[in-house]
């Protein structure tokens, strides 16, 4: 197990270690190099102990989280709310990296929540958790979840079916997040009865929005206007998580992304925080957070 698949646990430590000579044989493993490096490898195993103790499992996420908190001086930060709630899979649904269980610690102290971060670091999964541990804990009377029914590049306008049925497709991830959580059934009567409601952006426009848990999502592709009429929907009694990624905007070339102004100017008020995500907080394929990095390095040359 603690190699990891086709050994890709082993593999991380390889990279991370590059100045020792690591050997594993068996149920062993041997460290060749220089004191400091020792030293250093000796921290990070010492960190991913504690980390696997306390949760039980042993994952390439937790490893690269050991590696990072060694690395950086942090302690290793354990929250008692870890796992929200068991999924529709029997799966534990939980913050799974350290900038996720922060947009959990902010979701217990501040009423708007920012969480920034490139693709793949679950942004958009922990958000509709957290709302959905919100709903079950009868915190708040309904979630609703929104887009911006922008394009990524391509032309969906000439579909056939509904508005609904043109629209479904922008708000897909929501739903696909939705049913890892909610059981089918249920989900479909939670829906009708609309106490849970996905819905594009546009639709938020002379609302109240109160006594409920509300997701902005691809908060990027929103015009200043669109962002402004968003926040100030926000009832006495309201929660909102604001997600987006400064690096994939879809908006017409002559359209700025209200995302940046909104976090620049709100940045500083109590009561709202504002979370970056990064690649250490990737949980999808390996490769993604490779795919990531390769494309800022191209960016700064």
């Not at 060694?70 to 529709?88: C, N, Q, R, Y």
């Not at 009832?235 to 070339?253: E, F, H, R, S, Y």
């Amino acid at each position: 197990m603690f190699y990891g698949p086709q050994n890709a646990h082993l593999l991380l430590l390889k990279r991370k270690y590059s100045k020792l000579q690591i050997v594993a044989r068996g149920d062993e493993i041997k460290v060749i190099g220089d004191e400091a490096s020792i030293l250093e490898f000796q921290v990070g195993m010492q960190v991913l102990e504690k980390l696997y103790t306390s949760r039980k499992e042993l994952t390439e996420f937790i490893i690269q989280e050991a590696l990072d908190i060694s690395g950086s001086g942090d302690k290793p930060v354990e929250l008692a709310s870890d796992v929200l709630f068991i999924g529709t899979r029997g799966q534990q649904i939980k913050a799974k990296t350290k900038n996720q269980r922060k947009m959990l610690e902010a979701s217990e102290k501040s009423d708007i929540i920012f969480a920034i971060g490139p693709a793949g670091t679950g942004k958009t999964y922990t958000a509709v958790a957290i709302a959905v541990m919100a709903l079950k804990n009868r915190e708040v009377r309904k979630v609703i979840l929104t887009r911006p029914a922008v394009e990524a590049g391509e032309n969906l306008g000439f579909l056939p079916g509904d508005l609904k049925e043109k629209i479904d497709p922008y708000l897909r991830p929501l739903y696909d997040a939705l049913e890892d959580m909610i059981p089918g059934d249920k989900l479909k009567s939670m829906i009708e009865s609309r106490t849970v409601e996905v819905a594009p952006l546009a639709f938020m426009r002379g609302r109240t929005l109160d006594n409920c848990y509300v997701i902005l999502d691809e908060a990027q592709n929103s015009t200043e206007l669109q962002l402004k009429m968003f926040l100030t929907r926000m009832g006495p009694n309201a929660k909102l998580v604001i997600t987006g990624d400064l690096t994939q905007i879809d908006l017409p070339k002559k359209q700025q992304s209200g995302l940046f102004k909104a976090l620049r100017i709100l940045k500083n008020i109590e009561g709202i925080s504002i979370i970056e995500l990064d690649t250490s907080d990737v949980v999808r394929h390996r490769l993604v957070k490779e795919i990531i990095h390769a494309y800022e390095k191209a960016t700064d040359e």
